[in-house]
């Protein structure tokens, strides 16, 4: 499955933005997760959800600020950022893995597709 990660861009701390993530391909059998790079880092797990959307996870440090959510019939999944800081800079990319069992993963290593990334920068 080919992913296509949009929405990222310039915006100022405390503000929001919404990321999406299109699929060439059915990923309904797929659970589907953000990461992101920051400049100098490690990729590192952001948020994940099921295939079915009834399972989500989402990386301490951004719990209770990104929201991440599907719409199979679309073939998309968003990230929905709030209360953005300078820290959340970074590439955002999306993944899909292969799961029919409803659970998700917060390794990078074991999904097997990604989007191209999208820039965030969070600066005032």
């Known amino acids: 499955v080919q992913l296509q990660a949009s929405g990222g861009g310039l915006v100022q701390p405390g503000d929001s933005l919404t990321l999406s993530c299109a699929s060439f391909g059915h990923t309904g059998n797929y659970a589907m997760a953000w990461f992101r790079q920051a400049p100098g880092k490690d990729r590192e797990f952001v948020a994940a959800?099921?295939?079915?959307?009834?399972?989500?996870a989402a990386a301490a440090s951004v719990k209770g600020r990104f929201t991440i959510s599907r719409d199979n019939a679309k073939n998309t999944v968003s990230l929905q950022m709030n209360s953005l800081r300078p820290e959340d800079t970074a590439v955002y990319y999306c993944?899909?893995?292969?799961?029919?069992?409803?659970?998700?993963?917060?390794?990078?290593?074991?999904?097997?597709?990604w989007g191209q990334g999208t820039v965030v920068t969070v600066s005032s």
């Open positions: 959800i099921s295939r079915g959307g009834t399972n989500t």
């Open positions: 993944a899909a893995r292969w799961d029919v069992t409803g659970a998700y993963s917060t390794r990078d290593h074991d999904y097997e597709n």
